[in-house]
């Protein structure tokens, strides 16, 4: 599949000497949902607002859809829909004046038929002739996605779109997004909610002291880089593991009652076996077994502790 969007060797570094992102490379694909993961301060926004054509690289090129942000700026950032985190339009205008004076800023003709589907996608009809200032808090993030759209983009960010809203509108917002890729808009989102890039993404990048430090398939990170654990409830709490059991990586919770066994599921042998029978033959009991697989967030949370 094609990059849509393609970085090679981009920096910046502000005028104080903070170097914000040293040498990025990543290539997006022309239909997917990526999510790009850091804490703060780790580059996201700057990334993103370098592509988008707000902030000026320090150093190397950035495509969008083929055109250069740079020498073909207004082509460039014709493809390219922005869903900032905070509310960035006019509040006393009408939702429908909102979208049809974005069109224009990017040169597009009128087309009412346009701006209602987008209206009807976002669950926005009956709320076109309202002014902003008078939508709830959800509705005017409903409001941000169909400002970005107005122009017909085929590259869309979403800085941490579902940010303070609530559970239900979140789940919207995804359906939303999911809708979009099938209408052909390739997705880039940077989210806090790390389960929900687990949920949508078909692509995870992780960005830590403006270096990305790992881009891959979610599937294949999950498969990779996951673990899993097998939690023992002892039928009667022991005081430490038997020396009996070293070498394998067991942990007891700290009232004995709990042994966790944390193995790779793909490799040749997860070892269960041997456990349950070294735990027989150690006259240690087990009222039930709980099997989990690590989560995204853990993978995050330990990828980014090790570039430290």
């Not at 779109?161 to 808009?185: C, H, I, K």
């Amino acid at each position: 599949m094609n990059a849509i969007i393609s970085v090679k060797n981009l920096s910046k570094i502000y005028a104080s000497g903070f170097q914000a992102l040293r040498n990025i490379d990543l290539d997006i694909r022309r239909g997917e949902i990526f999510a790009l993961l850091g804490p703060n301060g780790a580059g996201k926004t700057t990334l993103i607002n370098i592509i988008c054509g707000i902030v000026n690289p320090s150093g190397g090129t950035v495509l969008a859809d083929g055109h250069d942000i740079i020498r073909d700026y207004r082509a460039a950032r014709s493809k390219i829909g922005l869903v900032p985190q905070e509310l960035t339009t006019d509040v006393f205008e009408t939702v429908r004046d909102t979208m049809n004076f974005s069109r224009g800023l990017f040169g597009k003709p009128p087309d009412p038929v346009y701006i209602e589907k987008v209206l009807g996608d976002l669950s926005l009809m009956d709320k076109a002739d309202t002014k902003i200032q008078a939508l709830s808090g959800g509705m005017k993030r409903r409001v941000l996605i169909a400002k970005a759209l107005s122009h017909e983009p085929n590259i869309l960010f979403l800085d941490e779109p579902t940010a303070g809203v609530d559970v239900e509108l979140r789940r919207d917002m995804w359906e939303m997004v999911r809708g979009m890729r099938e209408n052909g808009v390739t997705i880039i989102l940077t989210t806090h909610y790390i389960e929900e890039a687990e949920l949508i993404a078909d692509r995870i990048g992780i960005i830590n002291k403006g270096e990305i430090i790992l881009v891959e398939d979610k599937t294949a990170l999950m498969r990779k880089l996951g673990k899993r654990q097998l939690k023992l409830y002892l039928q009667n709490p022991i005081s430490s593991i038997p020396g009996g059991l070293n070498g394998l990586d067991l942990e007891l919770s700290k009232d004995g009652s709990e042994l966790v066994y944390t193995f790779d599921v793909h490799g040749e042998e997860t070892g269960i076996a041997s456990l349950l029978k070294r735990l027989n033959e150690h006259g240690i009991d087990y009222r039930d077994i709980h099997s989990s697989e690590s989560s995204l967030e853990e993978i995050f949370v330990s990828l980014v502790s090790e570039k430290r």
